[in-house]
Structures are given as C-alpha cells and as structure tokens.
C-alpha cells in the first residue's frame, strides 16, 4: 500500500493558483524526487504535506488515513518531517537547542536535561555519520552549509517515516552533498520515505527510485527513475506554449559597448561575472530563481555593493547608491521587483509619480514650471498608452498593467538609456505583457541598452536577444540564436555537464 | 543508465566545513556578553564614585534601601524583559501599575483574608488584561507598540475613574512587608534572589524557551510547531502578571494609590533591559542584565543626590548611560558578526 497519497490537491493565495491538480504517491523505504520548473508548485506541496499551509480542496492520505495537518506539530505527530529551504532555525538557540526544539529531554522541574540533550545529539550525529558539528555553539555563528547541516539532524531527531528535502543539497559543499544522498539511500533503506527535491539533475539521478513531475500546480507524470530520459523530464518540466505574445524579434544591437560588468562579485551570492551589454540589444537573464539573478541587478543598480568593475558608455563608472546610478543620459534606471513597494508611490497621482525622481528637468530658476511638467507627463502617457482617466488619477486606483507602465515612464523620463528590467511582467495581464514587450523591442530599436530578467522562460526565449544563464552567482552560459530555448535554458541551469 | 552506475556530478559549495573540534570560542563568547559586561561595569563604576562621596555605602542598609528603592522597577522591567526576549513592547505595564495601586488603595482594609483576596483579584487581573493585549496582537496581526498603547490609555483612564486623584490608604502591615526582616536581610532583596532564581528556572522551561525562539525569528518558530498565538497570550500575560506585582510593591512604599504614577515606568523599564543587554530586536538578553540595569537607574538617583546638584540632572544622566549601552551594543554586535564572515 501506498504511505502517502495525494488526489487532487488544490490551494489559492488570494487570486492566485499555487496548485490545482496535484497528484501524488509514494511508498515507504523509497526515495522519491519531485521535479518542476520555478512555481510549479513543489513548495506549495511540501508546505501542505509538512503542515505549514491548509490545503483547499483534494484529499491526503497517509497509510490510507485521511490526513489534513492543522500546523507542523500535528504533521509530525503522523510521522512527517521537513527539512526546509527556507530553514526553521533558530539563530540565537545552540546546535542542540536548535535540533531537539520543543523536543528537549526534561527535568522533573520542567527545565531542560542537558546531559540527556548532550546524550542524543551525540548519539544521533553518530548514528547517521553527520559531518562534525559542535552541539553548544550558537546557530548564528555557524555558517549556511552548517545551519543546512542543522537542519537536517532537526528534521531527522523527530525519528519521522517521512522526510522531506527541499533542495537540501543546494548549500553544500561537494562532500557534504555526497554525504546527504548516501544519507538519503540509508533513510530509505531503514524503510522510511524521503520526498527529494533537487534541481541538480544528476543527483536526483543517483538517488532517486521514482519522480513526479509537477508543472503549472498540477502533476504532469510520474515515473519510475530508469524508465525515463533526461530529455523526457526536461520537456514535461516545461510544457508547450502557444502563444502569439511576443513581437518579432528585430536585431537591432550595435557594436557599441553600453554596459561592460567585469569580475563583479557580491558575498556569495554573486561572483565572479563578466559581461558586455551593446547598445539596442536586450540581454536576457535567466536561470533558475535565487542564483544571483536579483543580486545582480540590485547591485548594478547600487541598491546592494558589489566589487569588481563596471563601465558605462566606455567610461569606468562606480556607482555606491541609486542616486549615482540614475544620473543622466550615461546613467541607469530600474524597474524594480517589487513594484508596489519601491516602484510606485501608490497614493500619489499618475502624474507625480512620473515626475518625482526627475523634477529638476522642469525646474527653471528654482522655480518649477508647470507647463513643461504638463507637456513631458502627456507625451509619456500618450507614448505608453497609459490607461487612466487624468494624469491626476492616483496610481494605486490603476490596473497591475498600468501600473507597470507608470513606472516605465518613470524610468524613462530619466533619460538613462541603460535600462534594467527585474521581471517587468509579473502580475501584469496578458495585452499589457504583449505591450510591454513591444515597448522593448521598439527601445532597442532606439539604441537604448537593455538587461531582462523575466521568472517565466519563454519571455526570455521570444524576447531576448541573447540569455544569460546564471548558477551559483556565476554565469553558466551565455545562448545565443538558435540555442536560445527553454530546453537550452534549463539545461545550463540544472545540468552540470551541458554548462558552456 | 541506472542509478547505481552514474557517478555523482555535484557543484562546487560555497564554502569548506569548518573543523570540528576546535577549542572554546572565548572571544565569541565575550563578545556575546559584552553588552553584559559592560553594564556590570557601570553599575560597579556608579557604586565606586557612590562609595567615594558617601560613607556607608558597602553595608546591609544601604544594600536593603537600595534594594527596596528599585524593586517596582526591577519587577515591572522582568515582564519587560520577558517581552523584549519575545521582540514585542509593553508600553501598557504604566496603566497596569496604576489601575493596581488605585484598586489596592481603595479596597485593601486592615482584614488581612480580603487585603489578600484583592492582591489575589489585582494579580489575576494584570495577567488577564496582559493576556488581552496578546490575543489582539495575534488575532488582529497588530503592532505591539499600538495595541499595548491603547490598553494603556484606557487603563489609565480606569484607574482615573476609580481614584482621581492620588491618594486612598494602604494598610499599615502591608507597608510593612517592604521592610521585613530574615537574618538581617529585608524582604525586597529577598525577592531580588527568588527573581534571579525565576529567570534560571523560565529560561529553560519549555515556554521559556518558545518565547526566545519565537522572538528570535518568529517564522523558523513557526515552522518547528510553535502556537505564535499561546506565545503572545503567554508573554503579555506574564508583563501585566508583573506589572501587577510592581503595583503591590509600590503601594509599600508610597503608602497610597495614584493614577498616574504608572508612566515612570514605562519608558524605564525598557532602558533597564536595553543597559542590561536585552534586544530591542528580540531573541538575546538575561534578566540578570535588566536586574542591573534597574540598579544603574536607581542609583543615579541617589549618586545626583549626594553630588548635591540639581535633580533635573538625574535623567540627563540616565539618558547619556542609555545611549553609552545601545553604543557598547552595537559595537559587540558588529565586531561579533565580522568574525563570522
């Protein structure tokens, strides 16, 4: 019998489907790896399974009993454990705070026994050869592979019959890595179920018995691991689109440098990249989600530092904050990620907010003239198609699409020709997505120089002129032509081999 | 292929493990308490320049009276404390403190068994309205600031209506208990050891440790099963509990009831624990250091006192060893998070 199975699970957040059709079943002493693009809805999964969100519709059951966990405790309680992404340490506790957490061996004075907690930890690194670790040092000195680490003897001192990894691999170093998956074999092999999620193809590869696909917050197939091909998994991963969304794809890159990034590094989230923007080109960003992407722009931009070197036009530039990056015609303007928050002032008008950053453009003598405002708030407006009903319309009362272009407009009456865009469609709807698209192409036309980040792969693929593929802060491969694909894009991304 | 025959092909991690056993990390471990440390250091310094200009200082009395002039601040800034740890704010201990010596100045009679039944009422009261102001945090997703003013407000105006103005009477045997003796040694330093005595035994309760966990990062508590709610409710219940304690100490020594007597120890009760090393941001921070920081406060009072200037220098002074402490702080806190990168 089946330990876990899932028909037809479905959870919205707001307007938004995270998963609809969800399928699902695994037995125990196997280790099964779950695989989808970024939003698929593999996290929303795990987050119902391991009791942190409630699904809305569909049922669970485990060992045939129907399961809806009200929160974490109630999911362990039935044997399940995750091992999160996102990790459930506490920072200021110690490794062995942190591991038997709301677990801990107590006194008869209900205080903590800590020669007993002493005791099982030892016992339990030792059990299942965990890298070293000392037990009383607090959590926020260790570093992020450490606190992975950490995490992992937390999920496993629950002693669950369920596991779950949530790309348990991804901040570790090669050995440890090698550790987990050996780890992983010994938990199946003591006839537990470990639900795997990787984005490394070849690690799923090795351990994996069976897969499950997920796409669009549905299960698109399932599998047994030797009966199907990477290029199979690759596919299903992504599906097909039709779509009649992009614009024709015009070259319209000169040989001018705009934008040449050289060794920039930031942390460890970003290092090491070089590349040359031309002008009238746009150059795609890709890669899977939280490989340095943002960091990149942020640092461009100079919300964030970042060493290494940049140059503008030609000239060596460096640029410490935002303000330095926007000046003028040699500068650089953003349409930032989270565009309610720090692109648009929502209870200002449409006018104001075109305005704001560029006010000493219409500013004779000190003295602000309004008829010049007036006449660069229409042209931009018309030029956008900006759907509000006067310039004085506030911007949060707009659509998601006009807001978006409000901030385009902001962004262009800078004047900075070096345009970055972090994912500039997300949440608008389809015509304006359409429009913007257009917007960018027309842009280039114009010798205007243009960075594209976009979460979703085909806008990458239809727009860009070439694709950046990032991993681990680094530039996997740079596609260009034909090997612009979502196959291509993925394949840099996730196979270690196929990197250029 | 199959599994077994593919050979492992991973990335290159960020960084290599660090070697197991290595010695005690003193310097860390320094660090962590400087903020501690340097409170100890002002408070031996005060006492120092205090011993100096004063005969009579390093002697049982002077400990005793010392101990008894800080103690409503001590017990008001333990449910601070506890709030702080947690990384929320009690700005509604001055209404508590009010409304409890208001209620013990009208109702406390020279019958000992309904003198009791009150305390017991004024008890059950603070931990309850303190318990209020956890649920409306958690249910309403509010800001502590904001609730914890409001309940405030609104105690202040019910102590208001129960005694407007300062005043009532507090039976003599219960003034007396802040002076009672056991081997020389007067009640409020006995309390001051059953204090520390608390903390030892609260920090490694398993509600203790819920609270520290939730204030150090709320969601990764969240996540291991934490009741964020039952933390809430806990928390603020246990603030006002002491709060309600801080106003039957304080009748002791004022010997009556005032409405407005609460917000001198609002604002004190946080910088107490902010001296003693407690985190605005939650998660850090020990009740000894808030203790501390407590006697810091209190005896500037008395160092402004015998320096004979003006006693408007008191909070001048209470100020300047604020801003030194978030100094110190803060400098432990980067150097400490230099040596982890």
């Known amino acids: ?500 | 292929m199959s599994a077994a025959e593919r050979p492992l092909e991973m990335a290159q991690g960020p960084a290599e493990m660090k070697p197991s056993k290595v010695a005690i990390d003193w310097r860390g471990r320094l660090l962590d308490r400087a903020p501690f440390l340097v409170a100890c250091l002002m408070l031996a310094l005060i006492i120092g320049i205090y011993g100096s200009l004063q005969s009579g200082v390093f002697t049982l009395d002077e400990l005793n009276l010392d101990t008894a002039a800080a103690m409503t601040l001590m017990l008001a800034a333990t449910g601070q404390t506890i709030v702080l740890v947690r990384g929320g704010i009690d700005l509604s201990i001055g209404g508590m403190i009010s409304l409890g010596t208001v209620i013990a100045a009208t109702r406390f009679t020279d019958d000992p068994s309904t003198t009791a039944l009150w305390a017991l009422i004024i008890l059950a009261l603070g931990f309850v309205i303190g318990a209020l102001n956890g649920l409306l945090i958690s249910l309403l997703k509010l800001q502590p600031f904001l609730v914890t003013l409001a309940t405030w407000s609104i105690l202040n105006g019910v102590a208001m209506i129960i005694l407007p103005t300062d005043g009532g009477s507090i039976p003599g045997w219960w003034v007396g208990f802040a002076s009672a003796q056991l081997f020389g040694v007067t009640s409020p330093v006995w309390m001051l050891l059953v204090l520390v005595l608390f903390w030892w035994w609260f920090r490694a309760t398993s509600i203790g440790t819920t609270i520290q966990a939730t204030g150090s990062n709320e969601k990764s508590a969240f996540l291991s099963g934490v009741s964020i709610t039952r933390v809430n409710l806990v928390t603020y219940g246990l603030s006002g509990l002491f709060a309600a304690g801080a106003a039957l100490f304080l009748v002791t020594q004022t010997g009556a009831g005032s409405p407005t007597i609460g917000k001198d120890y609002i604002l004190p009760s946080v910088a107490a624990a902010v001296i003693g090393g407690v985190s605005l941001f939650g998660g850090r921070g020990h009740l000894a250091g808030t203790l501390i920081g407590a006697f810091v406060l209190t005896l500037i009072g008395n160092l402004v006192f015998v320096l004979h200037v003006s006693s408007y220098w008191q909070p001048v002074a209470s100020g300047v060893i604020l801003l030194l402490s978030v100094l110190a702080s803060s400098v432990a806190e980067k150097a400490a998070r230099n040596r982890v990168q």
């Open chain 1, 1 to 500: 019998m089946d330990l876990v199975s899932v028909k037809g699970l479905s959870k919205r957040y707001g307007g938004i489907v995270a998963l609809s059709e969800a399928t699902f079943s695994a037995r125990g002493g196997e280790v099964h790896a779950l695989l989808g693009e970024n939003g698929a809805g593999k996290s929303t999964f795990i987050q119902i399974l391991s009791g942190a969100v409630r699904h809305d519709g569909g049922s669970i059951l485990v060992d045939g009993q129907d399961y809806r966990p009200a929160n974490p405790d109630a999911a362990q309680a039935r044997g399940i454990a995750a091992v999160f992404q996102e990790l459930s340490l506490i920072p200021d506790l110690s490794v062995e705070q942190n591991i038997w957490f709301r677990h801990e061996p107590r006194t008869w004075l209900g205080t903590v026994n800590r020669g007993e907690m002493r005791r099982k930890t030892l016992a339990l690194l030792e059990r299942y050869d965990f890298p070293a670790l000392r037990p009383d040092q607090e959590l926020r000195r260790l570093t992020l592979a450490e606190r992975q680490i950490v995490e992992i003897a937390k999920g496993l001192a629950k002693d669950p019959r369920i596991l779950i990894l949530d790309e348990a691999t991804s901040a570790l170093p090669a050995r440890e890595a090698e550790w987990l998956l050996k780890l992983t074999r010994q938990l199946a092999a003591e006839g537990r179920l470990v639900i795997f999620i990787s984005h490394r193809m070849a690690e799923v590869r090795a351990i994996a018995d069976r897969l499950t696909i997920f796409r669009n917050g549905a299960t698109v197939a399932a599998h047994e691991a030797n009966a199907v091909s990477d290029n199979e998994i690759v596919t299903q991963m992504i599906g097909r689109h039709l779509d009649r969304l992009y614009p024709e794809r015009v070259a319209t890159a000169t040989d001018r440098i705009a934008l040449r990034v050289k060794g920039f590094s930031s942390g460890s989230r970003l290092s090491g990249v070089d590349f040359a923007l031309r002008e009238g080109e746009v150059l795609g960003v890709g890669g899977l989600q939280g490989h340095g992407q943002r960091e990149l722009f942020q640092a461009l931009f100079g919300a964030t530092r970042a060493s290494g070197a940049i140059e503008l036009w030609g000239k060596p530039t460096s640029i410490g904050n935002p303000r330095q990056a926007l000046t003028g015609r040699d500068g650089i303007a953003l349409v930032p990620e989270d565009r309610r928050g720090q692109g648009l002032l929502l209870t200002k008008s449409v006018r104001e907010n075109l305005t704001l950053s560029v006010i000493k453009r219409f500013t004779e003598n000190g003295l602000l003239s309004r008829q010049k405002e007036a006449a660069l708030v229409k042209a931009m407006v018309d030029f956008l198609r900006i759907k509000a009903g006067t310039p004085e319309q506030l911007a949060g009362t707009l659509s998601g699409g006009n807001q978006q272009k409000v901030i385009f407009g902001k962004m262009l009456l800078t004047e900075a020709r070096v345009l970055l865009l972090y994912d500039p469609t997300r949440g608008v709807d389809v015509g304006t997505k359409g429009e913007i698209f257009q917007l960018m192409r027309d842009l280039a036309a114009k010798g205007y120089a243009i960075l594209f980040h976009s979460s979703d792969m085909p806008e990458l693929v239809h727009v860009a002129d070439r694709v950046m593929v990032m991993r681990n802060g680094r530039i996997a491969a740079t596609l260009e032509g034909a090997l612009i694909s979502e196959e291509g894009i993925l394949g840099a991304a996730m196979l270690e081999t196929r990197a250029a």
